[in-house]
């Protein structure tokens, strides 16, 4: 599971560093795609897997699951870390997620997620946690 908060640049060639405990859950390869609320989405193979595995069983028929399916399969790609543990994030990615120096990486359960640092910083309020943590409790999940 990942989790925690990482600050970091992004250099002019498009690279940023992985933190080391992302790195070794992830493995030497890895799939970071679009991801909702304008981050990017970061997925070790097996999570990467189940995921397409969902995506799969949406129904072609539905106009809204092809455009959800295309959302997070067309900006996806595969990735892998340098010696500094750094990797190259495609600029149609950069570009979504507004990543252009300072940027944060968070562990969100399955996923890492990469965030523009303004972005972080305006989503990141929490400001109705408590209203959130009731509606939780439709999705089953109690405190």
């Not at 989790?3 to 070794?24: L, S």
């Not at 970071?32 to 069983?57: H, I």
């Not at 790609?77 to 994030?89: C, F, P, S, W, Y």
Request: with cysteine; aromatic share 12%.
């Amino acid at each position: 599971m990942f989790m925690g908060e990482y600050n970091h640049t992004i250099d002019p060639k498009g690279r940023v560093i992985v933190p080391a405990k992302f790195r070794d859950a992830l493995g030497e390869h890895f799939v970071v795609t679009k991801g909702l609320d304008g981050c990017l989405f970061v997925y070790d193979e097996k999570e990467w897997t189940l995921f397409e595995e969902k995506l799969k069983t949406l129904p072609i028929t539905n106009k809204e699951a092809r455009a959800f399916v295309r959302f997070f399969l067309a900006g996806a790609a595969e990735v892998e870390t340098d010696k500094q543990g750094r990797i190259l994030l495609p600029s149609v990615l950069r570009e979504y997620a507004e990543l252009e120096k300072d940027v944060v990486l968070i562990g969100a359960g399955g996923r890492v997620e990469i965030w523009s640092k303004g972005r972080w910083d305006r989503t990141a309020q929490f400001d109705d946690v408590n209203e959130i943590a009731e509606h939780m409790l439709n999705l089953g999940f109690g405190i």
